[in-house]
């Protein structure tokens, strides 16, 4: 065997004997694993890694994070991040669309153009809006409203305007 590798025999051994090792290592950190995500499913790597690190001292594994991800991600056990975004603009309605007034216009000064948008996000089990009144040249922030009623921030930002 260590004829044909031009290898010392004792080389090969020690490779035999660090990769069983290594087998090892990587059983005993996935056993813990599915012990902590028996209790929380969805725990990242990050946060995996931290709860692990004392054990991983303790039994004199060198693991990093890198590795830890790369054994996670062969053994299938990364978790897919779900991403959820609100729609917050549907055009594609029957009502009346207003034209764009400003699609031709040159902005070269500062108070010449305010533009306006209104959003919201969820606080605690409410929503809360947000209306910012911008500046078109400068991008300079006008006058904004937050207000836990749509109608109430629609009511502020028309009271500016005037």
């Not at 990587?26 to 969805?42: C, F, G, N």
């Amino acid at each position: 065997m260590s004829i044909t590798w031009h290898y010392p025999r004792q080389a090969y051994y020690q490779h035999c004997w660090q990769q069983e090792a290594c087998g090892i290592e990587e059983r005993l950190v996935l056993s813990t694993i599915s012990a902590i995500r028996k209790d929380h499913r969805v725990m990242g790597g990050r946060k995996l890694y931290e709860k692990l690190h004392p054990f991983l001292l303790e039994h004199q594994i060198k693991m990093g994070r890198d590795a830890l991800f790369d054994l996670l991600a062969a053994n299938g056990l990364l978790v897919k991040k779900k991403r959820r975004r609100f729609m917050t603009t549907f055009s594609n309605h029957w009502l009346r669309k207003w034209p764009n007034l400003i699609r031709n216009l040159n902005v070269n000064r500062i108070n010449q153009l305010w533009v306006s948008d209104i959003t919201y996000f969820k606080v605690a089990n409410s929503y809360v809006y947000i209306s910012l009144i911008t500046d078109a040249y400068s991008h300079k922030i006008v006058g904004y409203s937050n207000k836990a009623n749509q109608q109430n921030v629609i009511d502020r930002i028309l009271s500016i305007y005037e």
